[in-house]
C-alpha cells in the first residue's frame, strides 16, 4: 500500500471514447503528477500540479486534459485518443516538488 | 531531453552475488533519487543523494554520486530473488519542477 491509488487498473477503449483517469492520494502531499510508461522508453513527465495549480505540462497533447479540484484528487480526461497512446499511466505524489514520489500502480491503457 | 541514462540496460546475477547499476546525466542537479519497480506495479522510492553528497547506504544499497563526471552508481549487496525489478535514476534540475527518469535497469536475480 503506497498511499496512493489509481482507478481504473486497466481501460480498453476506443479511439472516439471519452473517459476519465483517477488517482486518489492519502499522504497530505502538496504536489501530485502524471506520467506516461510505454515499452522500452524513458518513463515521460505529463502534468505537474502544485497546491492544485499546473506548474508544468510538458508539451502534451491536448487530448489529454488533466484536472486536479483538490491536494488529493487528480484526473486525467482522455478523449479521441490514439493507438500510441496505448501504455501504463502512472500518478504520483510528493510532499512538495523535487522531492521523493510516491507511485500508484498505474492504469494500463489500451486504444482499439 | 531524457537527463538520466542507466547503464546496462540489462544485468543478470546469481543470488548472492552483488549488482552495481551506473546512472549518467548532463546537467547540474539539485538531488538524483534512485526507484525501483516490479513488473505491474508502481516505482518505489529508494534512496536520495543530494548534490553535496558523495556516497549514501541504506540496508543493503550504496548510493554514489560523482557531480564532476555527472554519474551515479547503485550497489545493491548480497542480492536477492526478491530484487528483481527494475532500477531508475532520476534528476531534477536547478530551479524547476520536473524529476527526469532514465530508461531503467533491469535486474534479474536468480534463485
Known amino acids: 500500500e503506497t498511499g496512493v491509488t489509481q482507478t481504473p487498473r486497466h481501460l480498453v477503449m476506443g479511439m472516439t471514447n471519452k473517459k476519465s483517469l483517477k488517482c486518489e492520494q492519502h499522504?497530505?502531499?502538496?504536489?501530485m503528477y502524471w506520467y506516461k510508461q510505454s515499452a522500452k522508453k524513458p518513463l515521460e513527465l505529463m502534468f505537474v500540479?502544485?497546491?492544485?495549480?499546473?506548474?508544468e505540462n510538458n508539451s502534451v497533447p491536448s487530448r489529454f486534459s488533466p484536472e486536479c479540484p483538490n491536494s488529493s484528487h487528480l484526473f486525467l480526461h482522455l478523449h479521441t485518443l490514439q493507438p500510441e497512446d496505448s501504455a501504463l499511466y502512472l500518478c504520483?505524489?510528493?510532499?512538495?516538488?523535487?522531492?521523493?514520489?510516491?507511485f500508484g500502480d498505474g492504469t494500463r491503457l489500451s486504444i482499439l | 531531453s531524457q537527463q538520466g541514462e542507466e547503464d546496462p540496460q540489462a544485468l543478470s546475477i546469481q543470488e548472492g552475488e552483488n549488482a552495481t547499476m551506473n546512472c549518467s546525466y548532463k546537467?547540474?542537479?539539485?538531488?538524483l533519487q534512485w526507484y525501483r519497480q516490479n513488473s505491474g506495479r508502481g516505482l518505489v522510492h529508494l534512496i536520495l543523494?543530494?548534490?553535496?553528497?558523495r556516497e549514501k547506504h541504506s540496508g543493503r544499497l550504496r548510493v554514489t554520486l560523482d557531480t564532476s563526471k555527472k554519474s551515479s552508481s547503485l550497489l545493491i549487496t548480497a542480492s536477492r530473488a526478491a530484487d528483481t525489478a527494475s532500477y531508475f535514476c532520476?534528476?531534477?534540475?536547478?530551479?524547476?519542477?520536473?524529476?527526469?527518469f532514465g530508461a531503467g535497469t533491469r535486474l534479474f536475480v536468480k534463485a
Open positions: 504520483a505524489s510528493s510532499q512538495v516538488t523535487n522531492q521523493p514520489q510516491h
Open positions: 499522504l497530505g502531499h502538496n504536489a
Open positions: 500540479y502544485s497546491l492544485e495549480e499546473r506548474v
Open positions: 546537467t547540474s542537479i539539485n538531488n
Open positions: 543523494i543530494r548534490s553535496n553528497e
Open positions: 532520476a534528476t531534477d534540475n536547478t530551479g524547476g519542477f520536473k524529476t527526469i
